[in-house]
C-alpha cells in the first residue's frame, strides 16, 4: 500500500521542521496522512492519533540509535513519524497486526515466539501501553527483548498506571477502576492487568534491565479534584506516583538467560497455562475457530 503524494511530501520535510509542525498542526498532519484509508475506518484511525496525541509527541521527540525495535506498535502514523525524523535510524515493526499499514511488520505472538533477531542487535527499544494487554507470559517477552537488546541498549516503556489518580476517580463514581476491563472477542484487546511501578520494576529487574528514570505522567486531560489531590498527597506513601501512566526508562545490564518468573507476579512460579476452564473451553471451540 502506498501513501498519497500529501502524507508522502511530508516524508521530505527537514525533521526540525516536521518537529514544529506537530506541535503546531497536530490534527491537520493526522488527517493528511490518514486520508489514505478506506473512509468507513478513517475517523476511527484519526480519533486514536488525536487521543494519543501526548503520547506520540513524547516518542517522537526522543532520539534513538542506531537500530529500534518498535514493538507491539498497532497504528501506522507513529510507525511512519518515527521512521521520518529519525532517517538516521533503521527500525523494526512487530506487532500480532497493524490494519493497513504502508510499512512491512514483523508478525509474532510477543508472548510465545522467539523473536526473529539477532542476540544484542538493537541499540533501543519502544515498549509503549502493550504490557497491559498481555495476558500469559510477559516474562517471556522481557526475555526475549532482552536478548535481542545489545549490552546498554536503552528501553522506553509506557503502560497505565493501576494506582493512577483516574483508577480511583472511577472507583468513587461506582466505576471499574479498570476502564478496559470489558470482555472483548481477543482478549488481548482489552486491559487484562493494569501495572503497577513496583511490579513494571520487579518484572524489568528479573530480566537483566537497571531502571534509569521511573515516573508517571498524564497524558490526557482528566481533572482531578482538589479534595482528592490533597487526600493523595496527605495519604500515600508515594503521592507522585499517581499519574495516569507509568513511564520507564532502563537499559540493559545483565544479559538475560531465561525467562524468570518472580512469585510477586506468577505465584505458581510459571505462566499462564492451557489449563482448567481455559482448556476445555480451547478443546470444545478451537475446531469451530474463524
Known amino acids: 500500500m502506498s501513501l498519497p503524494t ?25 488527517r493528511r496522512f490518514y486520508a489514505y484509508l478506506p473512509i468507513e475506518v478513517r475517523e476511527i484511525f484519526i480519533n486514536d492519533a488525536i487521543y494519543h496525541r501526548l503520547r506520540y509527541a513524547e516518542m517522537l521527540e526522543r532520539t534513538y540509535g542506531r537500530r529500534i525495535l518498535e514493538l507491539g506498535s498497532d497504528k501506522p502514523f507513529i510507525t511512519h513519524f518515527l521512521r521520518v525524523l529519525n532517517p538516521q535510524s533503521k527500525f523494526e ?41 498481555l495476558f500469559r507470559d510477559p516474562a517471556w517477552t522481557m526475555f526475549q527483548m532482552n536478548r535481542v537488546m545489545a549490552p546498554g541498549a536503552r528501553l522506553f516503556l509506557t503502560t497505565p498506571n493501576a494506582c493512577g489518580y483516574d ?11 479498570n476502564a478496559r476491563c470489558q ?13 503497577t511501578l513496583g511490579e513494571c520494576e520487579l518484572l524489568l529487574s528479573a530480566h537483566g534491565f537497571t531502571t534509569d528514570h521511573a515516573d ?20 500515600a506513601s508515594h503521592p507522585q506516583h499517581h499519574g495516569q501512566a507509568l513511564r520507564i526508562e532502563a537499559h540493559k545490564s545483565v544479559a538475560a538467560t531465561a525467562a524468570m518468573y518472580p512469585l510477586g507476579l506468577f505465584p505458581e512460579g510459571q505462566p499462564v497455562q492451557l489449563r482448567g476452564a481455559l ?12
Open 183 to 195: 470482555f472483548y472477542t481477543a482478549m488481548e484487546s482489552g486491559h487484562p492487568h493494569l501495572w
Open 279 to 290: 482448556r476445555e473451553w480451547a478443546a470444545q471451540n478451537l475446531d469451530r475457530a474463524p
Open 93 to 133: 515493526t512487530v506487532s500480532i497486526d497493524i490494519p493497513f499499514s504502508p510499512y512491512p511488520i514483523t508478525r509474532i505472538d510477543i508472548e510465545s515466539e522467539v523473536f526473529p533477531f539477532a542476540d544484542e542487535s538493537f541499540t533501543d527499544v519502544i515498549f509503549t501501553e502493550v504490557l497491559e494487554h
Open 216 to 235: 508517571t505522567v498524564d497524558y490526557v486531560d482528566i481533572p482531578m479534584p482538589l479534595t482528592l489531590k490533597a487526600f493523595l498527597f496527605a495519604q
Open 6 to 30: 500529501t502524507t508522502a511530501l511530508e516524508s521530505h520535510h527537514e525533521p526540525s521542521a516536521l518537529r514544529r509542525q506537530i506541535s503546531t498542526d497536530y490534527e491537520g498532519l493526522v
Open 167 to 177: 483508577s480511583l476517580i472511577n472507583l468513587l463514581n461506582q466505576a471499574n477502576p
